[in-house]
């Protein structure tokens, strides 16, 4: 399935896994490995509207990418049409590929201001911000939802809505804002929603082994599949291997490379911080006595972690 391909707009995607866009998680760093290891669009991490016009130099590093990272989407949210069409003008000029539009956030302090989740509730805002951005921009804007709300499944409307006002790609998780990350997604409802559209769907929502992409696809149609969580512990699923079949040798070498990533681009203190918890999910397989585990992922000194980290695969890795 790797040599699957879909357009976005007149974009061609080459792959049907991607990196799901995480806030505090798809930073540079970890987001250029996953796109080397096989995920067909980079996303980044989602930035406020309003801090795109106001607090330019605080989004820097959320929107940093390279060349080799393309094709680029950049994410970002807000609630209301004029700020987020003000905000797209200037994200455009940065370079990406695309904008994203993110209506499935569902943290309270997001989705209960209106944005994120919160925009699922109002579909005639999503109707003025579709329509408003697709008209004056460029580049091809999609979306990421969810189903809806417990009170309010409106998912096959909305994905309508952006599609009907020229949204170019519909990301969603098949799960409603009040389940967050937990319980079993609806693949027949995003099979539903697959069916009614043209425009590429991706599924989202529960995808931790190379099977769970099978069955999604499988089950759904869907042109591609989005993982996040379970990428963080196992980035090699973009290359279609489970986490158990990683050796320790290529789990340390994945690791150090992250970390030097990390260091490069935030610098050696926040670098290290920043990079603990891709750490404790690079080591979460292992049965590491807890006390080591506290000494390696609270290590200050990047030189020291490394040492420590080294130490740990040497012992653990005298069968691989």
Same mark, same amino acid.
């Given at each position: 399935?790797? !040599?699957?391909?879909f ?16 806030d505090?998680y ?6 250029s ?5 096989g ?12 801090d795109?016009?106001?607090?330019p130099?605080y ?5 940093? /990418?390279?060349?080799k990272?393309r094709?680029? /989407?950049i994410q ?9 069409l ?5 994200l455009?000029?940065?370079?990406p590929?695309?904008? !994203? ?24 805002k999503?109707?003025?911000?579709m ?18 709300w417990q ?9 309508q ?13 098949a799960?409603?804002k009040?389940? =967050? ?6 693949? #027949?409802a995003?099979?539903?929603i697959?069916?009614a ?5 991706l ?17 759904? =149609? ?6 996040g969580r379970?990428a ?6 973009f290359?279609? @291997? ?5 050796g %320790? ?6 690791l ?7 260091? #490069? ?5 926040n670098?290290?911080?920043?990079? @603990? ?6 080591? #979460?397989?292992?049965?590491?006595? %807890? ?13 020291k972690f490394?040492l420590q980290?080294?130490? /740990? /695969?040497?012992e653990?890795?005298?069968g691989d």
């Amino acid at each position: 399935m790797t !040599d699957q391909q879909f357009l976005v707009g007149d974009l061609k995607i080459k792959g049907n896994l991607v990196l799901a866009p995480m806030d505090g998680y798809t930073d540079w760093p970890f987001r250029s490995l996953c796109r080397e290891l096989g995920s067909a669009i980079s996303y980044t991490e989602f930035v406020k509207a309003e801090d795109v016009l106001q607090r330019p130099h605080y989004i820097q590093n959320k929107i940093h /990418f390279t060349e080799k990272e393309r094709p680029v /989407f950049i994410q970002v949210y807000g609630n209301q049409a004029d700020a987020l069409l003000e905000a797209a003008l200037q994200l455009q000029e940065t370079g990406p590929d695309g904008i !994203d539009i993110n209506m499935g956030c569902p943290n309270r302090s997001i989705a209960g201001r209106g944005a994120g989740a919160g925009l699922m509730r109002t579909p005639l805002k999503v109707v003025r911000i579709m329509k408003t951005l697709t008209r004056s921009l460029d580049l091809p804007i999609t979306a990421k939802i969810r189903l809806g709300w417990q009170d309010c499944q409106n998912g096959m409307l909305l994905s309508q809505i952006i599609e009907e006002y020229g949204g170019s790609l519909v990301a969603v998780h098949a799960r409603s804002k009040e389940q =967050g990350h937990e319980g079993q997604p609806d693949l #027949s409802a995003l099979a539903e929603i697959k069916q009614a559209l043209a425009i590429p769907v991706l599924g989202n929502g529960g995808v931790r082994r190379v099977s769970d992409i099978d069955a999604m696809i499988e089950t759904t =149609g869907c042109d591609g599949v989005m993982i996040g969580r379970g990428a963080v512990a196992n980035p090699w699923i973009f290359s279609r @291997r489970d986490r158990e079949e990683i050796g %320790p040798a290529e789990v340390q070498e994945l690791l150090l490379e992250h970390l030097e990533r990390s260091l #490069s681009f935030y610098g050696p203190e926040n670098g290290l911080v920043l990079f @603990r918890k891709f750490a404790a999910g690079y080591l #979460s397989p292992y049965d590491l006595d %807890p006390n080591r585990r506290k000494k390696i992922l609270t290590e200050t000194d990047p030189a020291k972690f490394k040492l420590q980290v080294r130490g /740990f /695969f040497e012992e653990i890795g005298q069968g691989d």
